[in-house]
């Protein structure tokens, strides 16, 4: 068999295929950081980063209250009726209708909460950065559950781009009123622009592919919406709030500077981290299937190479991570004093390297159909998270927001191990 042959082969495997289409849309998303962070450091400077990235995880984690949980419910119900067309509409209308109530909610919210958080960051500039980026909110919930609807019925090329046309939209317009005259806090209308392209996007999709019948809606589904996203409503807050913590915690604790090195030194593990979540979204709909059917023993031939491949694969990625952050921090900038994040980032590297096996099964409870559970897994991981920080920045600065993360990622992974046997009688460890 040739190259060409084998490339064909490939994408007729229907993992395979779908895993390729979203590696495209984790490129985008990794270039767009790089771009982000890059470009602003070069047009502005380590403070106007620090703010761009607190504003940021401000955003990431009030997205994820405004969306409720809907992404989960909608995502797990389209891959459950993947061929009900009829009950594919009820789904979505279900979902979408509270999104929309919820993001205007949250907008109105967040933009209200400008002297708060201008107040708790120690920077009015951080505190105007935030209230224009939760606009952003307005869309935000109905694009998400869009996207995990064409995520359920495993439409993976159309995700994939719509997931690449946001990353693009933010990195775009962030960068491009870095280079200009205006505010830097006004780059945060990245958001509002992005979710909006993105939505009406993703909802042409959806109509003009006959995804389902639109024609259907009940008010049923939207309550099972609603109470399935109340109990895994903690799933995405505290999942985002896991990844964005140690830089929130570093706000308080640090000036902008110092936020702004440790943040580009994690953009480098965001790119790593995203890999793995590239996986865990195409894992999602499968697992859902194998459990809905019975078929446990799919899963665990799925975890047996997932536990060979992505530690190989993730240490491969991270030394390249790290040399390209040496080459950036030494060789391309070095006048802005990035190196010093050379030791968190190490930190980090080795800490995501450890559990990577068993990351891209992070959402197994919530696919079985226990969103409580997986609120659980969530909270353990994220207070550990917060305990090592609190612990470790006074005494090591960035270097212990690094290892509070570290202690945060391993102590989620133990509990998902020690659930899934509970709960499924899987030991994940054997399989």
């Given at each position: 068999m040739d190259f060409g042959d084998a490339v064909k082969s490939l994408f007729r495997a229907g993992m395979a295929r779908n895993l390729a289409l979203t590696f495209l849309s984790f490129g985008f998303l990794a270039a767009s950081g790089i771009v982000i962070n890059l470009f602003v450091v070069v047009a502005r400077d380590s403070a106007s980063l620090g703010v761009f990235n607190q504003a940021y995880s401000v955003y990431i984690v009030a997205s994820q209250i405004a969306v409720f949980g809907l992404q989960y419910s909608t995502m797990r119900s389209a891959a459950f009726h993947e061929n009900d067309r009829a009950e594919l509409g009820r789904v979505l209308s279900g979902a979408a209708f509270p999104a929309l109530l919820f993001g205007l909610a949250a907008a109105i919210l967040v933009f209200l909460s400008e002297p708060l958080f201008a107040g708790l960051l120690g920077s009015p500039q951080a505190g105007a950065a935030v209230a224009i980026a939760g606009l952003g909110l307005v869309f935000f919930p109905l694009s998400k559950v869009l996207i995990s609807f064409i995520n359920g019925v495993q439409h993976m090329a159309a995700f994939a781009i719509l997931q690449a046309l946001r990353y693009s939209l933010v990195a775009g317009f962030a960068v491009g009123v870095a280079f200009s005259d205006l505010a830097f806090e006004y780059a945060l209308y990245c958001f509002l622009v992005a979710e909006l392209v993105t939505t009406v996007a993703a909802a042409l999709y959806i109509v003009f592919g006959g995804l389902c019948d639109m024609r259907q809606?009940?008010?049923?589904?939207?309550?099972?919406?609603?109470?399935?996203?109340?109990?895994?409503?903690?799933?995405?807050?505290?999942?985002?709030?896991?990844?964005?913590?140690?830089?929130?915690?570093?706000?308080?604790?640090?000036?902008?500077?110092?936020?702004?090195?440790?943040?580009?030194?994690?953009?480098?593990?965001?790119?790593?981290?995203?890999?793995?979540?590239?996986?865990?979204?195409?894992?999602?709909?499968?697992?859902?299937?194998?459990?809905?059917?019975?078929?446990?023993?799919?899963?665990?031939?799925?975890?047996?190479?997932?536990?060979?491949?992505?530690?190989?694969?993730?240490?491969?990625?991270?030394v390249l991570a790290l040399a390209a952050f040496l080459a950036f921090a030494h060789l391309i900038l070095p006048e802005k004093d990035l190196a010093g994040g050379v030791t968190s980032l190490i930190i980090l590297l080795t800490s995501i390297t450890l559990v990577s096996g068993f990351m891209p099964f992070d959402n197994i409870m919530l696919a079985s159909g226990r969103p409580g559970y997986q609120t659980f897994q969530q909270m353990a991981a994220v207070g550990a998270n917060i305990a090592g920080n609190l612990a470790l920045i006074p005494l090591f600065g960035i270097e212990g927001a690094a290892l509070g993360t570290a202690f945060g990622f391993v102590a989620g992974t133990a509990l998902q191990i020690a659930l899934t046997y509970r709960f499924l009688g899987w030991n994940m460890l054997r399989s």
């Open positions: 809606f009940g008010l049923a589904r939207v309550r099972e919406h609603l109470a399935f996203g109340a109990r895994s409503l903690a799933v995405g807050i505290f999942g985002e709030i896991n990844t964005r913590i140690d830089v929130l915690m570093l706000g308080v604790f640090l000036d902008d500077r110092a936020v702004g090195i440790y943040s580009f030194a994690a953009l480098f593990l965001d790119g790593v981290s995203h890999a793995l979540a590239m996986v865990r979204v195409n894992f999602n709909p499968f697992l859902v299937g194998a459990l809905r059917d019975n078929a446990i023993d799919r899963a665990r031939a799925l975890l047996r190479k997932t536990k060979v491949r992505a530690p190989a694969a993730m240490f491969g990625i991270s």
